[in-house]
């Protein structure tokens, strides 16, 4: 499997961005793919996962009401819209996922469940 992020960029605290991960080299909805961001000096936080099989997603409390995840099945994409953006949400975004899975395990929200990443999309929110 591989992954590879994109999307992201320098943006004023309010406005909205989307995250896009695409991956290729495994049967898509067999996946479960995750977001992380880890901040400079800051370890890496879950923001959120998403089950390809069935759609379930699961969002972490910093982030809910203001992200969501989202696929594609036709272009093996999954996204994350990420609306009234905070400067506490600059980070390095990354996706992972954990193949063969279909649902969620229980280390769903920490990195070590996950078995391939992506190289990293930076976001920057300047208040």
């Known amino acids: 499997v591989q992954l590879q992020a994109s999307g992201g960029g320098l943006v004023q605290a309010g406005e909205s961005l989307r995250l896009s991960c695409k991956s290729s080299?495994?049967?898509?909805?067999?996946?479960?793919m995750g977001w992380f961001r880890q901040a400079p000096g800051k370890e890496r936080e879950f923001v959120g996962t998403?089950?390809?099989?069935?759609?379930?997603?699961y969002v972490s409390d910093s982030v809910k009401g203001r992200f969501t995840i989202s696929r594609d099945d036709a272009k093996n994409m999954m996204y994350l819209q990420m609306n009234s953006l905070k400067a506490e949400d600059t980070a390095v975004y990354y996706c992972?996922?954990?193949?063969?899975?279909?649902?969620?395990?229980?280390?769903?929200?920490?990195?070590?469940?996950?078995?391939?990443w992506g190289q990293g999309t930076l976001v920057t929110v300047s208040s």
């Open positions: 998403i089950s390809l099989s069935s759609g379930s997603t």
């Open positions: 080299g495994w049967s898509f909805n067999l996946f479960v």
């Open positions: 992972g996922a954990d193949t063969p899975r279909t649902v969620f395990s229980a280390t769903v929200v920490e990195s070590a469940g996950y078995d391939t």
